[in-house]
């Protein structure tokens, strides 16, 4: 990533307390001031540039986009092919020329994405916590002499800076990056500095690896453009709108598993994040649609059951203290965290195919269906593993009453039985609660009286 986002990188300021600033000080004093000034430097909360790059005889066009704090995306076009690296804050991902789709970067690829996402910024600070630098003396370089820096950021990735002793600006710098073939080492000249908003930018680089020497002409920046903030994320599944309701319901079926049809049992143990806390949990469910889940709120135990018919809790913070039946407009949400499980959804009633829609960053098939009891549910399965992703339909949980939307991901193969870790559940456009399930064991051994409403006290 850092063969292009280093089209738009700005040192910012260092600043000490000391009376007499140290050397490494001074150069970055001079830095700042040539590329800017600091007040000019952080005020960049986005960038993009655009231009031409020279790859073994073909002029390839390619934009870099940056967001504060950490977000890059570099896009190339070779021949009509995109080459894509981006890192959204968390996750480096890239795509290269004739893949088919985006992947995920890991281990050390991912690790140096990460780094050039800060490292490369036009906003970095080099008094970061952090991040270490280091003054290792001068050097003569092609154009004259100039400083040399060590920076450091905290997972270890290293970048030497070299700066110019008369004019203060960037003048190479050396550093690992990625071409679709592993990490290598690769150094970049810049050069044709011009005011661009206040700011001096490189208009030229020269990038040398060991595909040969990469000349890099920058037509354009842009300093605080209007960015999109998902095109930093890495796309998730493609639908397919060709398909009619009878193929998008036989390709959920398979998915499901030929052997989940023979799992009679799930426990789960995790985390519940409610009312502000992540607390413990354990789950059971049992066919066909029986379910337990226990939750300790430090200390107090909360019990949401349903033994198929009968919908109870047990809910100190909310005065419930004995095992209560909960009121017949609840009984259909909470019914539901089984049907996700058992993959029942689907078949809840009369379905019809909506189209196509966007659940977060996947692309889905919406199904209408209209229950027995004549409720109406939007339910959206995913355009690549057909597993359900959402659900939404007018009810009440929790005490709250209105639309409610489940959000449902993070898949995990149980004896054949396809078990969300996650189940968020939301009232109105405001998250009630999120179930995060860590482990799971099919045909675990669970007391079929479990679910059912305890009796009264003897």
Do not use: C
Not at 78 to 89: E, K, N, P, R, V
Not at 131 to 154: C, F, N, Q, S
Not at 279 to 284: D, I, L, N, S
Not at 438 to 445: R, S
């Amino acid at each position: 990533m850092a063969v292009l986002a280093l089209v738009l990188v700005a040192g910012t300021g260092w600043a000490q307390d000391t009376e007499e600033p140290s050397e490494l000080d001074r150069v970055l004093t001079m830095h700042v001031e040539a590329r800017g000034g600091l007040e000019k430097l952080r005020s960049i909360q986005a960038a993009r540039a655009t231009g031409t790059m020279s790859v073994q005889g073909m002029e390839a066009p390619f934009t870099i986009q940056l967001r504060r704090p950490n977000q890059v995306r570099v896009e190339g076009d070779f021949g009509g092919m995109a080459l894509i690296q981006a890192f959204d804050g968390e996750q480096a991902w890239g795509q290269q020329p004739g893949q088919p789709k985006p992947a995920a970067f890991e281990g050390d690829v991912a690790a140096v994405q990460a780094a050039d996402a800060v490292l490369s910024s036009p906003w970095f600070e080099y008094t970061e916590p952090g991040y270490d630098v280091e003054l290792a003396g001068r050097e003569e370089i092609e154009g004259g002499e100039a400083w040399k820096l060590v920076v450091t950021a905290p997972n270890g990735v290293t970048h030497q800076v070299f700066i110019g002793t008369e004019d203060g600006l960037e003048k190479k710098r050396i550093y690992k990056t990625d071409f679709g073939f592993g990490l290598e080492d690769a150094t970049t000249r810049f050069e044709d500095y011009r005011e661009v908003d206040g700011l001096m930018l490189a208009h030229r680089q020269i990038l040398r690896s060991s595909m040969g020497e990469m000349p890099l002409t920058l037509d354009s920046y842009e300093i605080n453009p209007e960015i999109d903030p998902d095109i930093f994320f890495m796309p998730g599944q493609m639908a397919n709108a060709a398909l009619d309701l009878d193929a998008i319901l036989e390709r959920h079926e398979a998915a499901r598993g030929a052997a989940a049809a023979e799992v009679q049992t799930v426990s789960a143990t995790g985390t519940v994040v409610m009312l502000g806390f992540e607390v413990p949990m354990t789950v059971a469910f049992a066919r066909p649609s029986s379910f337990r889940i226990d939750i300790d709120l430090q200390g107090l135990p909360m019990v949401l059951a349903y033994d198929g018919e009968t919908a109870w809790n047990v809910s100190p913070m909310q005065g419930v203290i004995e095992p209560t039946p909960l009121p017949d407009e609840m009984v259909g949400a909470v019914g539901i965290l089984s049907d996700f499980l058992w993959g029942g959804l689907a078949g809840t009633g009369e379905a019809s195919l909506a189209g196509v829609e966007k659940v977060e960053r996947d692309e889905t098939y919406r199904l209408d269906i209209a229950t027995a009891e004549g409720e109406a549910r939007a339910l959206y399965l995913g355009g690549e593993d057909f597993l359900e992703r959402r659900i939404v339909f007018d009810g009440a949980f929790l005490g709250s009453t209105g639309e409610i939307d489940v959000t449902i991901g993070d898949y995990m193969d149980v004896g054949g039985l396809k078990v969300p870790g996650t189940i968020r559940i939301a009232v109105e456009g405001v998250v009630a609660v999120e179930l995060r399930i860590q482990e799971a064991e099919a045909d675990a051994d669970i007391d079929p009286a479990d679910p059912e409403t305890p009796g009264p006290a003897l």
